[in-house]
Nanobody, 126 residues
Framework: QVQLVESGGGLVQAGGSLRLSCAAS??????????MGWFRQAPGKEREFVAA????????YYADSVKGRFTISRDSAKNTVYLQMDSLKPEDTAVYYC?????????????????WGQGTQVTVSS
């Protein structure tokens, strides 16, 4: 069982930055076997893929809508994955979820992910 806890959401003006964190309650060796992803869900919309970083510090993947603005990273010493969000736009407003996929390949399909956090709200004002 993997518990994921997100933090770092909040209200920011367009053009600003936020950094989301997701802490996993597992051992360091177990954490490195999980591909970690970020998804988001805006009101009235389906949950959508944002970014993923594969296990063993493999490739990273981004949705076209955030490429060049968001950066995903992980710190295995802290069992934490981060999402640095720069040049934020009002359309980035959503609840952001962290997810874990054992030995995952960085899928954009949320059904591939085994564990989910409770989400953190990000609101970008214009």
């Amino acid at each position: 069982q993997v518990q994921l806890v997100e933090s770092g959401g909040g209200l920011v003006q367009a053009g600003g930055s936020l950094r989301l964190s997701c802490a996993a309650s597992v051992s360091r060796s177990t954490f490195t076997t999980y591909t970690m992803g970020w998804f988001r869900q805006a009101p009235g919309k389906e949950r959508e893929f944002v970014a993923a970083i594969t296990w063993r510090l493999g490739p990273t993947y981004y949705a076209d809508s955030v490429k060049g603005r968001f950066t995903i990273s992980r710190d295995s010493a802290k069992n934490t994955v981060y999402l640095q969000m720069d040049s934020l736009k009002p359309e980035d407003t959503a609840v952001y979820y962290c997810a874990a996929d054992l030995y995952g390949m960085g899928s954009q399909d949320s059904r591939e992910y085994d564990y989910w956090g409770q989400g953190t709200q990000v609101t970008v004002s214009s």
